[in-house]
């Protein structure tokens, strides 16, 4: 049977292709925890028919950090030389090296990391749209990266065109497209043109805006975005960031019985054990894993991961798609589902280059409560 891509196609326009900038500054007080905003941008937002020469400039609410915003402006498509970045009180200019190509959409992307002069960071990435051309291109991707631990936020998030001669590899090139995730692991990647998108996520550990293979985390995704005028937005399913090591075996999670319970963690672990416990003291999650996309012979499996990192559960998704687990230590838990697209028994993550996607998975938003003796209900999924 043919394969259905997890996609959500929605409706877009350009009003909602900008952040919102607030008009005025923060209020006063004795200590500033207020984040900083941006109150204007040149070229205004959705500005058409810009000039290729043209210096872009941000001003913020408040007086920042300069140090903090020179290694997180970003201007996508990505230009080869770095824009050379100057300050006068509190606005930002922006002198790009070289011309902007004709009649294109760039956007351009202060992520969370900058911060004001009391260390009090934006609070979400701020991105706008401009045209060289007669009009701003409307495609959006947007998505989530997280971890076994829960969403990730100040994640990378690169996207490539593809081109038919050449396979994107985020350990060598640079991408077309930048931006971050917010504080609650979401993505939106705005203002692309039509065509055929390959999205990857990772976590910048050293700082260096780059990707490091077998230090930092990746995310693969599951499948392309291809957008076009009918199809002008995509919601991907979940990303998830793991360390790549080509020398060590990817181990499979335990699986754990309704009486037992122990530590046996993430794919990427060795070592596990199990411990007996009364079953009075478990608790139990309830709901319904929505999986109508997939193939209909496809096996889903539900991972439960303790938000201290303590313990981690996995049982099979029934195929009716309602389901209650077995037995888990009282606690938080983090729950996501997996589409075991090659029957293995475990969640395989994909590689980079030479490209192989990840299996399908999706997210509960937020984080699960179990009580002992008492089951948890509606922690619906959906792919």
């Known amino acids: 049977m043919k394969k259905t891509l997890a996609f959500f196609f929605l409706l877009s326009s350009p009003l909602l292709l900008c952040s919102c900038a607030k008009q005025g500054f923060p209020p006063g007080g004795p200590v500033d925890r207020t984040p900083p905003e941006v109150v204007s941008t040149s070229p205004a937002c959705n500005s058409t028919g810009v000039s290729p020469q043209t210096q872009i400039e941000v001003t913020f609410s408040e007086r920042m950090d300069r140090e903090s915003v020179q290694e997180a ?3 996508s498509p990505v230009l080869e030389r770095p824009p050379e970045l100057n300050w006068k009180n509190r606005t930002l200019f922006i002198k790009p090296l070289q011309r902007f190509s004709s009649d294109r959409t760039y956007v351009v992307t202060i992520a969370t990391r900058v911060q004001d002069q009391q260390g009090n960071p934006l609070a979400k990435p701020y991105s706008f749209a401009f045209s060289t051309g ?7 991707i947007s998505g989530k990266v997280t971890t076994p631990a829960g969403p990730q936020p100040r994640a990378f998030v690169w996207a490539y065109r593809l081109k038919p001669e050449k396979e994107p590899d985020p350990a060598k090139g640079n991408p077309d497209y930048i931006t971050e995730t917010d504080g ?7 203002s692309l ?9 990772f ?3 050293d700082g260096d805006r780059k990707y ?13 975005a291809t957008l076009s005028d009918s199809a002008g937005s995509v919601q991907m399913a979940d990303l998830f960031t ?3 090591d080509p020398t060590r075996p990817q181990l499979p999670a335990a699986e754990i019985p309704d009486q037992q319970a122990g530590n046996a963690l993430t794919d990427s672990l060795y070592n596990f054990w199990l411990t007996t416990v009364n079953k009075d003291t478990l608790g139990f999650v309830a709901g319904e894993v929505d999986a109508g996309v997939l193939d209909p012979e496809a096996e889903v499996y539900l991972r439960l991961h303790k938000t201290d990192g303590a313990a981690e559960y996995r049982f099979k998704a029934p195929r009716e798609g309602k389901y209650s687990t077995g037995g888990v230590l009282p606690g938080t838990y983090f729950v996501w589902a997996f589409w075991d697209r090659n029957g293995n028994g475990r969640q395989d993550y994909g590689k980079p280059w030479p490209y192989q996607p990840a299996e399908p998975a999706t997210s509960f938003a937020g984080a699960v409560g179990v009580r002992s003796r008492w089951t ?3 922690v619906d999924l959906k792919f």
Do not use: M, N
């Open 193 to 201: 043109s039509p065509g055929v998108y390959r999205v990857f996520a």
């Open 73 to 75: 402006v970003y201007i």
């Open 242 to 244: 793991v360390v790549r």
């Open 134 to 140: 007669s009009r701003i291109d409307l495609g959006e």
């Open 184 to 190: 609650e692991g979401d993505y939106f990647l705005r």
């Open 203 to 205: 976590l910048d550990k």
């Open 376 to 378: 948890t209900e509606k």
């Open 212 to 224: 490091t293979p077998e230090q930092e985390p990746l995310a693969v995704p599951p499948t392309d």
